[in-house]
């Protein structure tokens, strides 16, 4: 059993930068794929980003490559997702989700997932 907690969301200026944290309870936390993903009102949730279990494998959706970066620390069972030159169509709720083995690119693959943090970016 996972709990996932986000934390690090707000309101921030387009061309601006957020920094998003997962904190992971469980000594297992090193043997789960992460992921993180966003869902904006009236649309169905979408990944975002991706990370294996040693952050040796990574994956960006297309609209996010090049400004935002997912990285692990397994010693402190927290993943994060850092986003700069936010866009107003970044707004979103992002969630972390994991599940064991290898990473995968649909919601409904994860297992465990957070609150989500609300993230609002102005134009």
């Known amino acids: 059993q996972v709990q996932l907690v986000e934390s690090g969301g707000g309101l921030v200026q387009a061309g601006g930068s957020l920094r998003l944290s997962c904190a992971a309870s469980g000594r297992t936390f090193s043997t789960y794929a992460m992921g993180w993903f966003r869902q904006a009102p009236g649309k169905e949730r979408e990944i975002v980003a991706t990370i294996n279990w040693s952050g040796s494998n990574t994956f960006y959706t297309d609209s996010v490559k090049g400004r935002f970066t997912i990285s692990r620390d397994n010693a402190e069972n927290t993943v994060y997702l850092q986003m700069n030159s936010l866009k107003p169509e970044d707004t979103a709720v992002y969630y972390c989700a994991a599940?064991?083995?290898?990473?995968?690119?649909?919601?409904?693959?994860?297992?465990?997932?957070?609150q989500g943090t609300q993230v609002t970016v102005s134009s």
């Open 99 to 114: 599940r064991r083995g290898i990473v995968k690119s649909t919601a409904n693959e994860y297992d465990y997932w957070g």
